[in-house]
C-alpha cells in the first residue's frame, strides 16, 4: 500500500492524464449525465484536503524566512497578476465557453499551491521563503478569492459571493485545524520521526481524492467533449498561454527587483503553480462539471511545464539572475 501511494504522490499527472482517458470512454458508453456526482464530490475533497493540510506543518512559519519584499511581490504576482492575466486568456480565445473560461478565472484566483515548497526545493531555491508564502497563500484564499472569481468570472457562472466564502472557509480552516490536531496527536503517540516517516504518504492519499473527482466529473461531460474535439485544444491553448505570460512578467519581475536565483525562482514558481486541490474541490462541489473537466487538465500541464521550468531553463535563469543582479 505504501508503495502506491508513493507511486501516485510521484507520478500523479500520469495517473489523472490515465484516469480523464478512462473517464472519458467510460462515460461515452455509460451515461453519466443525469448522475448527481456532488456527494461523490464532498467526500473526494474530505479524503483530498485532510492529508494535504495535516501533512502542511503551519508551526514551521514561525522560523520561516521573513524577505517581507519577496513575500509581498510573490503574493501579488500568486492573486492579483495571475487573476489580470486569467482574465485576459479568459475574454478572449475562451471567451465562446463560459464554463472553460470560468476554469481558467479559478486558476488565476486561486493560487498558492502546497507544492511550492516541494518545487521550491527541487529548483534549489529559497524553501524558507516559499513556505511563509505557501501558508499565507492558504490563508488568504478565503478573503481575496472569492471576490476575485466575482469580478473576472461573474459574467461566465452566477454563485452567490457568500457561498463561496463559506465554503473556501470550510475546506481550508476545517481540514486545516483537524490536521493540526491529528499531527500533535501523532506525535504526542508515536513521535516525530514516525510523523515525518508518514507524512510521505499523505499527498498519495490526497490523489485518490483527486483521481475520484476528475474521473466522475469527466464521465458526466465526456459525450459532450467527444462530439466536440476542438475542446481539448481549446482548454490546452488556454492554460498553456497563461502559463507563458506568467512566466515572463514574473522573470521580468525578479530582474527589476533584484533577486537573486534564490528568491526569483520563489517568485516565478509563485506565479505560476496555482492550488490543484482546491481549486478543483471548489469546482466539483459548485460549480459545472465541465469547469472540472478543464481543470482537469492541469495537474498534468502544471507538472510538465514546471519540469521545463526547472530542468529545462533553470540553467539559464540561474545565470540570467545571478550574473544580471549581480
Known amino acids: 500500500m505504501r508503495n502506491i501511494l508513493m507511486n501516485l504522490k510521484n507520478k500523479l499527472y500520469l495517473y489523472v492524464f490515465i484516469d480523464l482517458v478512462i473517464a472519458l470512454v467510460f462515460g461515452y458508453f455509460v451515461d453519466f449525465r443525469a ?28 522560523k520561516a524566512s521573513r524577505n517581507f519584499k519577496l513575500i509581498i511581490s510573490t503574493l501579488t504576482f500568486a492573486y492579483f497578476v495571475a487573476s489580470l492575466t486569467a482574465f485576459f486568456v479568459s475574454r478572449t480565445i475562451l471567451k465562446p465557453y463560459p464554463d472553460i473560461a470560468f476554469a481558467m478565472v479559478m486558476v488565476g484566483a486561486i493560487p498558492c499551491s502546497n507544492m511550492l515548497i516541494g518545487w521550491s526545493g527541487i529548483a534549489d531555491a529559497s524553501v524558507e521563503d516559499a513556505l511563509f508564502i505557501a501558508v499565507a497563500g492558504l490563508l488568504l ?57 508518514m507524512r510521505k504518504f499523505f499527498p498519495g492519499i490526497s490523489a485518490t481524492g483527486i483521481l475520484i473527482i476528475v474521473f466522475f466529473s469527466v464521465a458526466k461531460v465526456s459525450r459532450i467533449v467527444l462530439s466536440r474535439p476542438i475542446i481539448f485544444l481549446i482548454v490546452l491553448a488556454g492554460l498553456i498561454i497563461y502559463y507563458l505570460v506568467q512566466t515572463v ?11 537573486k536565483y534564490a528568491q526569483g525562482m520563489v517568485l516565478i514558481l509563485g506565479a505560476t503553480a496555482s492550488s490543484q486541490a482546491i481549486s478543483l474541490s471548489v469546482a466539483a462541489t459548485m460549480f459545472n462539471p465541465l469547469t472540472v473537466f ?33
Open 141 to 197: 484564499i478565503p478573503l481575496i478569492s472569492p471576490f476575485l472569481l466575482k469580478l473576472s468570472g461573474g459574467i461566465f457562472v452566477s454563485f452567490k459571493l457568500k457561498t463561496l466564502v463559506i465554503i473556501l472557509l470550510l475546506y481550508i480552516l476545517v481540514p486545516l485545524i483537524l490536521g493540526l490536531f491529528t499531527r500533535k496527536a501523532i506525535i504526542k503517540k508515536k513521535g516525530t520521526e514516525y510523523f515525518m516517516e
Open 35 to 62: 448522475m448527481n456526482i456532488k456527494p461523490i464530490s464532498v467526500l473526494a475533497v474530505s479524503i483530498m484536503l485532510y492529508p494535504m493540510l495535516t501533512g502542511m506543518v503551519v508551526e514551521k512559519v514561525k
Open 249 to 259: 512578467l514574473s522573470l521580468m519581475a525578479a530582474r527589476i527587483l533584484k533577486f
Open 294 to 326: 478543464a481543470l482537469s487538465f492541469k495537474p498534468l500541464l502544471q507538472v510538465l511545464y514546471i519540469m521545463f521550468l526547472i530542468y529545462g531553463l533553470g540553467p539559464w535563469l540561474k545565470k540570467f539572475l545571478d550574473e544580471d543582479n549581480s
